[in-house]
């Protein structure tokens, strides 16, 4: 008579990720590159604890993820529809069990907001600064709910969502001063910028004293 054990493996414990989501890119076209290794890490930590002997593959067909065909898509993946489904294979190195999962790749749209009209005051008193109204531009901006339209110094801080200044806003430079506006979608955060120009007229001065005629 003889024994043997037997060891009945399990699929491996892991955190499925069923929707990954980017923005569009600057071409807007539904398509843009999804960085899938980015995920892999979240995928392989399971209760905060993350399990490097877990492999982790992605795949076009569910059939090639359940079967762990080589090879498997690489990344960055360019979607070729909007939204698209790739399956994932999550694989135990050592016991070669292994578990799959749907995840959708969406892209989603950027804002289209206008680049407005320059917002042009008087200054009373010429000393080269003036109080401006930036919100009186956000409707020639963008009009419509579940957007923020929020206005920065530089570039930089709008693509960064930093150093949002309030309205109304003293100018810093004249007579023109060109700062940037972020468009801002409530719902995906996707947003695009366009720059918007400050400027500062001077008033005549009339004369103290006029010669009579």
């Not at 923020?148 to 109304?168: D, F, K, L, M, V």
């Not at 430079?173 to 700062?179: D, E, G």
Request: proline share 9%; aromatic share 10%; net charge negative.
């Amino acid at each position: 008579i003889g024994f043997f054990n037997l060891i009945i493996d399990t699929v491996p414990d892991y955190t499925p990720v069923p929707l990954f989501q980017l923005c569009d890119d600057a071409l807007a076209d539904g398509f843009t590159d999804f960085d899938l290794d980015s995920k892999t890490t979240e995928i392989a930590t399971f209760g905060g604890v993350f399990n490097p002997n877990l492999t982790v593959t992605y795949h076009l067909d569910p059939l090639d993820a359940e079967a762990g065909t080589i090879p498997s898509l690489s990344s960055p993946y360019t979607n070729i529809i909007n939204p698209e489904s790739i399956w994932v294979r999550v694989e135990d190195a050592t016991t070669t069990c292994f578990g799959t999962f749907e995840m959708e790749l969406l892209v989603n749209s950027l804002p289209s907001p206008v680049t407005p009209t320059p917002l042009i005051e008087c200054d009373l008193d010429n000393d080269n600064f003036i109080a401006f109204d930036l919100e009186s531009k956000n409707n020639e901006i963008l009009a419509g709910a579940g957007i923020i339209i929020s206005y920065h110094e530089t570039r930089p801080e709008a693509e960064n969502g930093t150093n949002e200044q309030s309205s109304p806003y003293t100018n810093i430079n004249f007579p023109i001063q060109t700062i940037f506006a972020r468009v801002e979608f409530t719902s995906t955060g996707c947003f695009d910028i366009v720059p918007m120009d400050l400027v500062v007229n001077p008033t005549p001065i009339i004369p103290v004293t006029i010669d009579p005629i």
